[in-house]
């Protein structure tokens, strides 16, 4: 024997590819002589790979290894050299499941209109500008910046839509089409430039932002950041408020502060001086004008009013109850109702026009949903915790059949997990329920009342039922059978958002203070990464969290409205923004197919399928 040849010579392999290595016996002119199936095979970094018995080698972390084939009678060897590198991991969205999101109307907190007529929507739960047309066509999705509490919305005459947020940090920011924040209004060193809780933003005829303050007052900016005023004290008089509930430009270049515990309007310069306040006779919830009109939103109805507060037109009743009202210069009226509806009029015959949106009570819909599984025949299983339902979708998204809750207990389902058998357990209030293929009720097992804010259910590989208690700052076990075990992380983790297992049976937490915990199921922690922030490797609110079957871990980065991949061990591999055709979403909770070719998403009023292509 002259020498040991081992092909491939140089393989070059994506962490947790495998590759079959050969060895062949040589002659001193390169004639075989041996085919052994007795080499040994050694690695000197098992660590990036590792290899077997039979010359399998496979790929574990990035770095290179020296693979050797000894020939044992001989002693001789050769090797070859294999180069280990990040798997290549991106993402296309290729479907919706069940009814798409923006067809329904979420949970807005104050709307106004484009001069174009689009309907601009601030949606709470989405953390979005939805914009449509008059007539209900979605037109895009304008990402809003991270936070926790968005009140108020404003099309600017700078082209840009301004959305006020009090928490965590008392900003207006000014944002183009595609969600940039182009320019951004902060409280001053002045103290009586600050607010603290907004409840409506106004531009004044000279392009001055007005802002509202449930504290009785309101303060003024120049776009630039620039501070101009204050007006407003709290007492009954002209110029004092007890409840504001918005404001508007109106009638000879005024502003318009409507009072809902007083149920009156009174009218202000520019400059903030009061100048008149009338009584609203039917009840006041917000507050708009035309050039020529103050109209006011009744809980059921609008009614026109002169500068003056003389009544100058009559009222539009309504079978719903009013939350929010806009115009615009073309007089385009909108009205959202309290039965998330929009309906569309004129505000100078204040005449209905026509109404869309849905509530997303219809089946199909999603409000809230908290849980998704996929299982081998491609079959979603989605669980709303704002519908209570437990949803099944076939492979192409249709909704196929629906559980809703029938007792009390069915309440707030926090997570969805298929076992073994192909049934389905879905976490609830203090147990767990156990449902068939085909979602018929089969039992349920009691976890008694020891979880503060249950998240997520998942089984582990060892049949325990494995609870993110997020309140609680700790991941529960329990039996089979129900009966309450150890719990992990307590030492270490602040509010458990996700759970998910390796195929090695390794547990990963993901928690709200941006941390990816790893540990074994005796709970001893292996290992965590992360921090708070918007860098590679860093988070905003990591509330999913999957492992495929090669052991990549998928975490659904929220409050940066993207997903981020890492091997095992913490390793960036990749991070892909979520999107649908109108614009970025917030991603609540992620999972992989068995198959590792598809990730469904779940956003606060989507869910979306996305191939995976490594």
Known sequence: IAEIVVTPASPALDVFEQVALSAEAMDGTSNTLLIASDFQWTSDNGAVASVDSSGQVTAHAPGTAVITATEPESGASGQASVTVALASVSLSRIGRVGEPGYSHIGEIFDMDLGPDGSVHLLNRTSKVINVSSLNGEPLRRIALPAGWFYSGVAVGSDGLVYAITSSPTRAVFGLDADGNVINQIVPTSDPDSEFGVPVGIAFDASGRLHIVDRNDFVVIFETDGTFVGKYGARGFGLGEFQDPAGLCLGPDDKMYVGDRQLSEVQRFTEEGVPEAEWDAVGGLVDVTATSSRVLVLEPDGVRAYSADGAIAGGSTAGADTYRYIAVNDRADLAIFTAGRQVLISNGSSLGPILQWGIGPESPGHFAEPTGAVVDEQGRSFVVDASRNVLSRFGPGGALEVEVAATDARFQSPNGVAIADDGSLWVGVVEGVRRY??????????????????????????????????????????????????????TAELFRPTDIAFDPAGLLYVADEAGVIMRYDLDGRLLGQWGTEGEADGQFRMPSGIAVDYRGLVYVADRDNRRVQVFTGDGTFVAAMPFADDYGSLLAVDVEVSPDGGRLVVCAPEDVLVYALTN
């Open 436 to 489: 068939s293929p085909d979602l018929e009720f089969i039992e349920e097992l009691d976890l008694g009342t020891t979880m503060l804010d249950p998240r997520d259910l998942q089984l582990g590989p060892d049949g325990n039922f494995y609870v993110a208690d997020g309140l609680g700052g700790r991941v529960r076990v329990y039996s089979s059978t129900g009966a309450a075990g150890t719990s992990i992380g």
